[in-house]
């Protein structure tokens, strides 16, 4: 079965960075098949996909946020992360990693409950 | 940017009611699209994949159809634990995107 689960500060100052990692069981991150996102929704708002990451270490980001994103991966950990600079109040928000499965259709399959992160000094 | 218009914003029908969400995307991007119900407090849950493959363990009056620009997810007879927000997604091409979704009520 596989599970993702999101961790990290639910509390950022203005300006600084935000960090979470996403841990992943069930399933080997560096299968060089699957490839691992992060998507947000603010509070009343709709879903935004941030980026993702590949086994190889190849990466994809939102060009309205790539200027401020840096997703990595440990695979000896099964994890992967989300650095997001500049915080401010309008990246408070309800964030959610997630897998698009290289063989079930490349669309979101799993995903962690998700993590409030609120951006407030 | 791949655009995807979701309408309606919201419905309210009643229990048994047949439903119809549609997605419209700004260029075409084959198959490549997924729906998925969300409920508060929960992770989204993918209901539908490649525009027309039932999730596994999703009942069978969830459907998904549409090629091309123009997608419908149709529920065939609404039950109360269908009370969510749903959205499409196209992975075609990067920025991945969503739609606005729809809020589904009951009556």
């Known amino acids: 079965q596989v599970q993702l689960q999101e961790s990290g500060p639910g509390l950022v100052k203005p300006s600084q960075t935000l960090s979470l990692t996403c841990t992943v069981s069930g399933v080997s991150t560096s299968n060089g098949v699957d490839r691992w996102s992060w998507i947000r929704q603010p509070a009343g708002g709709g879903l935004e996909w941030i980026g993702q990451i590949e086994a190889v270490g190849a990466t994809m980001y939102n060009p309205s946020l790539r200027s401020r994103v840096i997703i990595s991966a440990d695979t000896s950990k099964s994890q992967f992360s989300l650095n997001l600079s500049s915080v401010t109040g309008a990246d408070t928000a309800v964030y959610y990693c997630?897998?698009?499965?290289?063989?079930?259709?490349?669309?979101?399959?799993?995903w962690g409950q998700g993590t409030q992160v609120t951006v407030s000094s | 940017d791949i655009q995807m218009t979701q309408s309606p914003s919201s419905l309210s029908a009643s229990i048994g009611d047949r439903v119809t969400i549609t997605c419209r995307a700004s260029q075409g991007i084959t198959n490549d699209l997924g729906w998925f119900q969300h409920k508060p407090g929960k992770a989204p849950k993918r209901l539908i994949y490649?525009?027309?493959s039932l999730e596994s363990g999703v009942p069978s009056r969830f459907s998904g159809s549409g090629s091309g620009t123009e997608f419908t997810l149709t529920i065939s007879s609404l039950q109360p634990e269908d009370s969510a927000t749903y959205y499409c997604l196209q992975h075609n091409a990067y920025p991945l995107t969503f739609g606005g979704g729809t809020k589904v009520e009951i009556k």
């Open positions: 490649t525009a027309s």
């Open positions: 997630a897998r698009r499965g290289g063989t079930s259709g490349w669309s979101f399959d799993y």
